[in-house]
Every structure is written in structure tokens, then in C-alpha cells.
């Protein structure tokens, strides 16, 4: 998982109830999603990130990376190299990655789940075997494992991290105590959110977190490193 010195638990979850409250984010929703645009307006591609193909956590593809788990993560403006996508489609890479996703359970919110399941676990390593591979980084690692557990393993990339920091100790166990903080205030919050935008429940909420962070901080203008 992405870890790096940088912004605390608590602040965390501070950045993310100010984004979250700020007077366009059910429109932010609405716009990423398609909800409700004029004739003409189309929907954000990455709208189709979680839905293209029914989803990659599916019960008959959730332990296994498809063609269209690859496809999906284009979506998110990621393309997995060629031969690291055929190793994971037809190689031992994928042989690999489908042992571990074995281990992840599919059907489980991040707040949910025991901390040790995103600091030790099978995800974990399926993370790093990820970014082992040329050419992948922690961006499309984090984005390939969000497709196949979006429930559980959040997207995270320059945008979001310009937007929110690097948290300590990784930004999946920063995200999972602002979760859980105050009685799941914030996991609540963003249910409430999918709710009012008319956003499909099959959007997890760590993905309306994410639409929502990437769409506040691209319209505030800001220059995000690469």
C-alpha cells in the first residue's frame, strides 16, 4: 500500500469532512455520474470504472484479473503495460495475483474490516507485487486492485494525494480510522452523499470519497504533481 511521512490519522479525516461539505460535491457526483445532465452532456468515463463488464467483483471474475478489470482502469486514465497485462491475463502473474485475491474478501465495506486485513494481509502483497512489475506504479497497483475490491481497497492517485497528503502511516489505514472515527461519521457522510446525488448504490462509498476529492480539487484549478 502507498505509504509515506506526511499527513496524520486525524487530519485525514479532518480534509476529508471539509471536502466533503463543500456546496458543489452533490453536483461534483451528479456530474461524474451522469445523473441528471442536459442532452449532450455525457458522463465522465471513469463513471464506468466499477459498472463496465458488471463489475470486478462479480462472484464468477472477483479472484481473477479479466480483460475488462484492464479496460476499467483506462477509464481512470492508467494503462497497464502490454506484457505486464498479458502476464497477469495468461501468465504466472496472474496465477499469483488470483492466489491472493483468493484471500481478500470481496463482500466487506473498508470500514468494516480489521485494520491487520489492510497492513499484513493478502492485499497487501498483492499490492506490492503489483508495483514489482515494469512499469506499474503505485498508482495503477492501488486502481487495479480498487476494480476487483471497491468496497475495501480505495483508488488513490496525484490528485488525491495533492488534495488530502500522504498520510501516515499508508493512506489505507489513514482512510480506514477516518472511517471509523466518530461512530463512522464520515462513512455514514458519504453514503448520505450517493443518496442525495442519485448516484448508484453500486458505487461504493470509497469510490464517491474519490469522485468527490478528484472533481473538488481539478475544479479549485490546482497544478498536482506527476
Known sequence: MVSSA?????????????????????DD???????????????FTGSRFEHLAGGGDRPEVAD?????????????????????????LEGRLGVRLSGLLQAI??????????ADVLAEGSADQAWHLLCAQHGVDWVIAGKLL?????????????????ALGRPRPSFWLALHAALRADDRALH??????????????????????DVAVWMGHRAEGHACPR
Open 188 to 209: 455514514r457522510q458519504l453514503l448520505a452523499l450517493r443518496q442525495i446525488a442519485g448516484v448508484p448504490e453500486t458505487v461504493s462509498a470509497l469510490r464517491v470519497c
Open 105 to 114: 474478501a470481496w463482500d466487506i465495506d473498508m470500514v468494516d474490516a480489521e
Open 146 to 162: 480498487a476494480r476487483k475490491r471497491p468496497r475495501l481497497l480505495p483508488a488513490y492517485d496525484r490528485v488525491v494525494r495533492c
Open 6 to 26: 506526511g499527513t496524520s490519522l486525524s487530519s485525514l479525516g479532518q480534509r476529508l469532512s471539509v471536502v466533503l461539505g463543500a456546496e458543489g460535491v452533490v
Open 29 to 43: 457526483l451528479r456530474r461524474y455520474y451522469g445523473v441528471g445532465l442536459p442532452s449532450g452532456m455525457a458522463a
Open 64 to 88: 481473477r484479473f479479466t480483460a475488462e478489470d484492464l479496460v476499467a482502469v483506462q477509464t481512470l486514465s492508467v494503462t497497464v503495460p502490454a506484457s505486464v497485462a498479458l502476464d497477469i
